[in-house]
């Protein structure tokens, strides 16, 4: 069974930091691309950034740039969202979802496996 849990959500003021965490489980990690995607209340879910399987390689929104850091952690099949700086307009519930493959992450809709997502609140 595949399972993509996340932590690390929570409230915190503007300009704060936070660290999600996915654990990746039930398929062989270094064949996927990982991705953390957003979805505010009212909008679509966005790209947040993406973990290449293929060479590491790492892609982030444009509205992030700059401000998060994703990595992975390949012994723990972990993948980690830093997000420092945070704005009001990042509070979203956030998710990893994983698709097979090297490149980085299609849109939402392409990713083949989902997370249940943890809400980040940024107050201001």
């Known amino acids: 069974e595949v399972k993509l849990v996340e932590s690390g959500g929570g409230l915190v003021q503007a300009g704060g930091s936070l660290r999600l965490s996915c654990v990746v489980s039930?398929?062989?990690?270094?064949?996927?691309?990982i991705g953390w995607f957003r979805q505010a209340p009212g909008k679509e879910r966005e790209e947040v950034s993406c973990?290449?399987?293929?060479?590491?390689?790492?892609y982030y929104g444009d509205s992030v740039k700059g401000r998060f850091t994703t990595f992975s952690d390949r012994a723990k099949n972990t993948v980690t969202l830093q997000m420092n700086n945070l704005k009001p307009e990042d509070t979203a519930v956030y998710y990893c979802?994983?698709?097979?493959?090297?490149?980085?992450?299609?849109?939402?809709?392409?990713?083949?496996?989902w997370g249940e997502g943890t809400r980040v609140t940024v107050a201001s």
């Open positions: 979802a994983a698709v097979y493959g090297p490149g980085r992450c299609p849109s939402a809709d392409g990713m083949e496996h």
């Open positions: 973990a290449s399987s293929y060479d590491g390689s790492t």
């Open positions: 039930g398929l062989p990690f270094n064949d996927y691309a």
